[in-house]
């Protein structure tokens, strides 16, 4: 291959590299044959870790990407005259193509929130006509966790939106693409803001933090997992070198190194928020996990991207995007600051 250049940005914790450990997971299960299509030990192994992880009654179905992991998941819970509700930045309806209209034929009731979060009484107000063949009836509650405007969902307040689903007649779905982002702010086990508090099936993301094409739906709520095999293979989610995937989540999982990597990312994203107020950039958006959200004008942007790649939010406010990854460093961060700080 030739040679190129190593940089580091703040576009996408989807641009970081594979962590080094899980490349050596992957190779260390590159041996021999094993069974195909999840049949194998490795997934064996994985299934326990994530009961270990989410409860006695979850069950793990590893998958290729998370718009992937969402279109089953959603599948799983949402008759065809059902719909799902969202906020309307949810990466469900703003950044999957349309997938889950496409591929699994299901209306999205979008919701404007101040902060990416749903609420109840967000919610209620998607909530009416209920029982009229005219309308698609709510079917499934989706939220992000951690959501796309970087802000964290409680324990308490998915407790709240999963009674108020569950008394509804509706599941609760969690995008989990950040999870670990999560996990690591909230300072909190897996289990304690999913299984505990009334979540039913979930996507479990792994790419983010550090592997390659790595993601899972996780099921709660054993209803719904008849279904998931059977979605997962006509979703062209189906791995048949299954045992590659799952060493990756048990890499992420059994030693710790994907909380390790989301309280990396995270602490860099908290450096930079506050490196950033210093100057006094605003940042409308709490930094509560690996995103930062400054408003910068359209000439400071265009600086600062001759420097690092970046993506802009809100064309209208200047609002932009810096995500940290697992890989970010301290030296990224404070050169990003000092070239803030010499627009300023």
Same mark, same amino acid.
């Given at each position: ?198 979540? &039913? ?9 550090? %592997? =390659? /094409? +790595? !993601?899972? *739906? ?108 697992? &890989? ?9 600051? %000092? =070239? /803030? +700080? !010499?627009? *300023?």
């Amino acid at each position: 291959m030739t040679e190129t250049k190593i940089s580091r940005g703040f576009a996408s914790d989807n641009y970081a590299g594979v962590h080094p450990d899980i490349l050596v997971a992957i190779g260390a299960v590159n041996a021999g044959h094993q069974t195909a299509y999840g049949e194998d030990a490795v997934t064996a192994e994985l299934e326990g870790l994530f009961k270990r992880e989410f409860g006695e009654q979850a069950q793990v179905f590893p998958v290729f990407n998370g718009t992937g992991a969402n279109v089953v998941a959603l599948q799983a819970c949402a008759k065809r005259w059902e719909a799902v509700i969202c906020a309307d930045t949810a990466h469900i309806h703003a950044d999957e193509g349309g997938a889950p209209e496409k591929m699994a034929g299901l209306k999205l009731w979008t919701l404007p929130t101040p902060d990416g979060k749903l609420t109840v009484d967000i919610v209620k107000t998607a909530m009416f006509d209920i029982g009229s063949v005219h309308r698609a009836q709510p079917g499934v509650i989706s939220i992000t966790n951690t959501t796309e405007m970087g802000t964290l969902y409680s324990a308490d307040e998915i407790k709240a939106l999963a009674d108020y689903a569950h008394a509804n007649n509706l599941y609760l779905h969690l995008d989990g693409a950040r999870i670990s982002n999560a996990a690591a702010a909230l300072g909190l086990p897996f289990k304690a803001f999913t299984a505990d508090v009334g979540v &039913d099936i979930l996507s479990f993301g792994g790419t983010k933090i550090g %592997a =390659l /094409a +790595a !993601e899972a *739906v996780v099921v709660l709520n054993p209803e719904l997992a008849a279904a998931i095999p059977f979605l997962r293979k006509t979703s062209m989610q189906l791995a048949s070198k299954m045992r590659f995937v799952s060493a990756q989540l048990i890499e992420i999982l059994a030693g710790g190194l994907g909380i390790k990597n989301a309280r990396h990312a995270n602490a860099m994203a908290a450096k930079l928020d506050a490196g950033l107020r210093a100057l006094g950039f605003e940042i409308p958006n709490p930094t509560e996990a690996n995103a930062v959200f400054p408003i910068f004008t359209p000439a400071q942007t265009k600086a600062l991207q001759e420097h690092f790649r970046f993506y802009v939010w809100n064309y209208a406010t200047g609002q932009v995007r810096l995500m940290c990854a697992w &890989d970010t460093t301290e030296d990224d961060v404070d050169r990003l600051i %000092a =070239l /803030a +700080a !010499e627009l *300023v």
